[in-house]
C-alpha cells in the first residue's frame, strides 16, 4: 500500500510564504497526477493545484500568480509553494497521489489523500 506523509504547515502572517510537501512512498510503479486540495470547516474541499506526470500543471483562479506546485519525481514528492498567502487561505491543506503500483505483483491502479496539514494566515 502507497502512504503518503505531508508537511510544512502552520501559522504565518499575511504576506508570507509556507511550503507543503507530500512524498509517497510504497510498492509505487508510476505515478500520473498528484495534487493538492484545501478545506475549511462546513465547507467543500477544494483544487489548489494539480501537476501531471508530464509535468503539467493547472491552479485554482485563487492561487495563481501565487502558488507553485512542482514535483521531484526520484523523490515521488510533490511541493507546493505558497507567497503572498492571504487570511482567505487558512485551511486544512490535503495532497492526493493518483497512480499505479504493485500488489501482489500485478500493477493496481491507486488513489490516495495525506493526513492533511494546517495552514493559518493571520497576524
Known amino acids: 500500500q502507497v502512504q503518503l506523509v505531508e508537511s510544512g504547515g502552520g501559522l504565518v502572517q499575511p504576506g508570507g510564504s509556507l511550503r507543503l510537501s507530500c512524498a509517497a512512498s510504497?510498492?509505487?510503479?508510476?505515478?500520473?497526477?498528484m495534487r493538492w486540495d484545501r478545506q475549511v470547516p462546513g465547507k467543500q474541499r477544494e483544487l489548489v493545484a494539480v501537476?501531471?506526470?508530464?509535468?503539467?500543471?493547472n491552479y485554482a483562479d485563487s492561487v495563481k500568480g501565487r502558488f507553485t506546485i512542482s514535483r521531484d519525481n526520484a523523490k515521488n514528492t510533490v511541493y507546493l509553494q505558497m507567497n503572498s498567502l492571504k487570511p482567505e487561505d487558512t485551511a486544512a491543506y490535503y495532497c492526493?497521489?493518483?497512480?499505479?503500483?504493485?500488489?501482489?505483483?500485478?500493477?493496481?491502479?491507486?488513489?490516495?489523500w495525506g493526513q492533511g496539514t494546517q495552514v493559518t494566515v493571520s497576524s
Open positions: 501537476i501531471t506526470n508530464t509535468g503539467n500543471t
Open positions: 510504497g510498492n509505487i510503479f508510476s505515478i500520473i497526477a
Open positions: 492526493n497521489v493518483i497512480g499505479v503500483e504493485r500488489r501482489a505483483g500485478a500493477p493496481s491502479s491507486f488513489n490516495y
